[in-house]
């Protein structure tokens, strides 16, 4: 089988000074398996995970800009979270992010959430926008507890005041609030509002219309993007957990990681076949079911004919050999092949589709799969 991977490479960024805590309704939120409870904007998600804490996210689950609260173990207080923060910390995060990492800003002291902490702020670089990560630490006689904002650079007024409502609120125990409602299943990253880029974009296609070519002098490319899951929201995956996979929700009954990129998830609802999700960059995650990589939908064009001089079509055959044709062939084969956004890729160039290539393999979804699955 031959494929063609696309990566959407999507950077994601964030820092700097303390904004007032915002006029914003807030949420009681117990975390159980942190043993506190602390308010959360209802217009934030927040899920637990293990080895991690709670997390709130204060925009898409998975992603930059977001809250991490972390209780210490009572048997691992801090003695001295000054020297913790400006050398334990500062060399995890310099060998974390290597030649990345731009520098840090010394520990002081915090004013937030009306309580005095101590905290100290490491950037580093991901592309060409720079991430903040500010550690602060809140020494308390009940435990003591550690609160990381991660933020893009300039854009940081948004988590800083979920950071004041995390701080503000927090308290062990927590008996008299509301439990955390359970996190919603993982879904596709949602791509509505993407541009179509005619200059040079690439795109998984579905070609469709192609009774109109020779009756109105056009067909349709349905445009897509293979579809992406947030890496953490991924590797934070647990037993029933629910996640959605082109369009079906599926409940986690056990995940077999084959190794540091590829994890399989068996699920509860009878399934032929199998799910596997792969890294494909340090953000994003896609998934392969059975042979076929799920996609999502971006925009429709239509496209006009005659297509470019220089236009050119390449099959590749199940043994792998290619055949190139020219627009007029191409033509003339639309009504042979199946194009669909499975095993099919279109380029523009200069405003003009000047590229597509099909595999013979994969088809897409089987017949008897294209149905939510039930649970067994």
Same mark, same amino acid.
């Given at each position: 089988?031959?494929?063609?991977?696309?990566?959407?490479?999507?950077?994601?960024?964030?820092?700097?000074?303390?904004?007032?805590?915002?006029?914003?309704?807030?949420?009681?939120?117990? +975390?159980? *398996?942190?043993?506190?409870?602390?308010?959360?904007?209802?217009?934030?998600?927040?899920?637990?995970?293990?080895?991690?804490?709670?997390?709130?996210?204060?925009?898409?689950?998975?992603?930059?800009?977001?809250?991490?609260?972390?209780?210490?173990?009572?048997?691992?207080?801090?003695?001295?979270?000054?020297?913790?923060?400006?050398?334990?910390?500062? *060399?995890?995060?310099?060998?974390?992010?290597?030649?990345?990492?731009?520098?840090?800003?010394?520990?002081?002291?915090?004013?937030?959430?009306?309580?005095?902490?101590?905290?100290?702020?490491?950037?580093?670089?991901? !592309?060409?926008?720079?991430?903040?990560?500010?550690?602060?630490?809140?020494?308390?006689?009940?435990?003591?507890?550690?609160? @990381?904002?991660?933020?893009?650079?300039?854009?940081?007024?948004?988590?800083?005041?979920?950071?004041?409502?995390?701080?503000?609120?927090?308290?062990?125990?927590?008996?008299?609030?509301?439990?955390?409602?359970?996190?919603?299943?993982?879904?596709?990253?949602?791509?509505?509002?993407?541009?179509?880029?005619?200059?040079?974009?690439?795109?998984?296609?579905?070609? @469709?219309?192609?009774?109109?070519?020779?009756?109105?002098?056009?067909?349709?490319?349905?445009?897509?993007?293979? !579809?992406?899951?947030?890496?953490?929201?991924?590797?934070?995956?647990? *037993?029933?957990?629910?996640?959605?996979?082109?369009?079906?929700?599926?409940?986690?009954?056990?995940?077999?990681?084959?190794?540091?990129?590829?994890?399989?998830?068996?699920?509860?609802?009878?399934?032929?076949?199998?799910?596997?999700?792969?890294?494909?960059?340090?953000?994003?995650?896609?998934?392969?079911?059975?042979?076929?990589?799920? +996609?999502?939908?971006?925009?429709?064009?239509?496209?006009?004919?005659?297509?470019?001089?220089?236009?050119?079509?390449?099959?590749?055959?199940?043994?792998?050999?290619?055949?190139?044709?020219?627009?007029?062939?191409?033509?003339?084969?639309?009504?042979?092949?199946?194009?669909?956004?499975?095993?099919?890729?279109?380029?523009?160039?200069?405003?003009?589709?000047?590229?597509?290539?099909?595999?013979?393999?994969?088809?897409?979804?089987?017949?008897?799969?294209?149905?939510?699955?039930?649970?067994?």
């Amino acid at each position: 089988m031959k494929r063609f991977a696309m990566i959407l490479v999507l950077v994601l960024l964030a820092c700097a000074c303390l904004p007032a805590l915002a006029d914003t309704e807030l949420a009681a939120v117990t +975390c159980a *398996e942190g043993g506190f409870s602390t308010k959360v904007p209802t217009d934030c998600t927040a899920q637990y995970t293990e080895g991690t804490g709670l997390q709130i996210y204060t925009d898409v689950a998975g992603y930059i800009p977001y809250v991490i609260i972390s209780p210490r173990p009572a048997d691992k207080q801090f003695s001295d979270p000054t020297n913790y923060l400006n050398n334990v910390y500062r *060399e995890y995060m310099e060998e974390k992010y290597g030649e990345s990492m731009l520098g840090t800003n010394p520990a002081r002291k915090w004013e937030i959430g009306g309580k005095k902490l101590i905290g100290a702020r490491y950037l580093y670089q991901v !592309s060409d926008a720079t991430v903040c990560l500010l550690r602060l630490i809140e020494q308390r006689e009940d435990g003591d507890v550690e609160y @990381t904002a991660k933020f893009i650079v300039g854009e940081d007024e948004k988590t800083m005041e979920v950071l004041d409502a995390a701080v503000r609120y927090y308290s062990r125990g927590g008996a008299d609030s509301a439990p955390a409602a359970p996190p919603e299943a993982l879904r596709p990253v949602d791509m509505s509002g993407v541009e179509v880029d005619t200059n040079g974009g690439v795109y998984w296609a579905a070609i @469709t219309d192609t009774d109109r070519v020779t009756d109105g002098g056009f067909f349709t490319a349905r445009l897509y993007y293979q !579809s992406l899951y947030p890496a953490a929201a991924v590797e934070a995956l647990s *037993e029933n957990a629910k996640i959605v996979v082109n369009g079906w929700e599926f409940t986690v009954e056990k995940l077999v990681h084959h190794d540091e990129k590829t994890v399989e998830i068996y699920p509860k609802e009878a399934f032929d076949g199998y799910i596997v999700l792969n890294k494909a960059s340090d953000y994003f995650y896609t998934a392969l079911v059975n042979d076929w990589v799920p +996609c999502t939908h971006i925009a429709d064009q239509k496209i006009m004919l005659p297509l470019a001089n220089d236009f050119t079509f390449l099959w590749l055959s199940g043994d792998e050999e290619a055949t190139v044709y020219d627009a007029d062939s191409f033509i003339k084969l639309l009504d042979e092949a199946e194009l669909n956004q499975y095993n099919t890729q279109l380029q523009y160039s200069s405003g003009l589709v000047m590229m597509i290539v099909h595999t013979s393999y994969p088809y897409g979804p089987e017949a008897e799969v294209t149905t939510q699955p039930t649970a067994s």
